[in-house]
């Protein structure tokens, strides 16, 4: 649905209460003003993520929660510090730590017999260029086996910073998924036992899953001929 004015109204995520617009993207592959008569150049997307969540949360939600404040505290770390917001969607509960208290945080997941979370299924990255001061996201999914719980641990940092400290010492399964992490998305882990890219070769430039990594030509066998990236396809000039 749009407006007067052509702008596209955000569509909240099921079961978030406020919304964070973390960038609103313009046309087809963020090309404008080159001609194009498909009508993809007036496209307006905002892109959404749900807001920071209130308690209760509902279910273990809080019991969680609570219990987390608690060892937190025992362990001189003030649940308000070390994180920054809590967000409930879809049935599923995310911590966002701040990077300083990354390793702490984790630690007391891992070893509070209230929490338990003894399994790390990986590391993964998230680029939001539009995100200012937090384009970069490092993601960590928690498995309490004992508990029968999920959760999701999400840390920021900025690309004019991107560091993140290492949580091999906590989990050890992190070393090649933080390597992985950083070939892919440039997030250094600071204290990782031997970061180097993993899957692409040692001398490539730039990290490929970031989204404003050159989407690149193909080249074909025939005269000499390529094929353009996508954002300079209908470029008439």
């Known amino acids: 649905m749009s407006d007067a004015t052509g702008a596209v109204a955000p569509v909240v995520p099921e079961g978030a209460a406020t919304i964070d617009v973390v960038e609103v993207r313009h046309g087809a592959f963020g090309v404008s003003g080159s001609g194009d008569t498909s009508g993809f150049g007036g496209l307006v997307d905002p892109r959404v993520m749900p807001g920071p969540s209130q308690p209760p949360y509902g279910g273990w939600f809080d019991e969680l929660a609570e219990e987390m404040a608690l060892c937190l505290s025992v362990r001189g770390l003030p649940m308000a510090s070390a994180v920054e917001k809590v967000v409930v969607d879809r049935g599923e509960i995310t911590f966002f730590v701040a990077r300083e208290h990354l390793v702490g945080f984790l630690s007391a997941m891992r070893d509070e017999p209230g929490l338990r ?3 790390s299924s990986g590391v993964s990255g998230v680029h939001f260029p539009g995100d200012t001061g937090r384009e970069l996201h490092a993601v960590y999914h928690l ?14 940092c900025p690309d004019a910073d991107p560091r ?8 050890p399964t992190h070393d090649w998924h933080e390597r ?30 970031r989204k404003d990594y ?6 074909v066998e025939y005269k000499g001929a390529t094929t353009p990236p996508p954002d300079q396809r209908r470029s008439y000039n």
Request: charge should be negative; charged fraction near 20%.
């Open 214 to 219: 050159p989407l690149g030509g193909i080249p």
């Open 117 to 119: 979370f003894e399994l």
């Open 143 to 156: 498995l309490s086996i004992t508990h029968n719980r999920r959760v999701r641990v999400e840390v920021t």
């Open 180 to 209: 992985e992490t950083y070939d892919f998305f440039g997030i250094v882990f600071d204290g990782h036992p031997a970061l180097a890219r993993i899957e692409m070769p040692d001398d490539w430039i730039g990290h490929p899953q």
């Open 164 to 171: 993140i400290p290492s949580t091999v010492s906590v989990y």
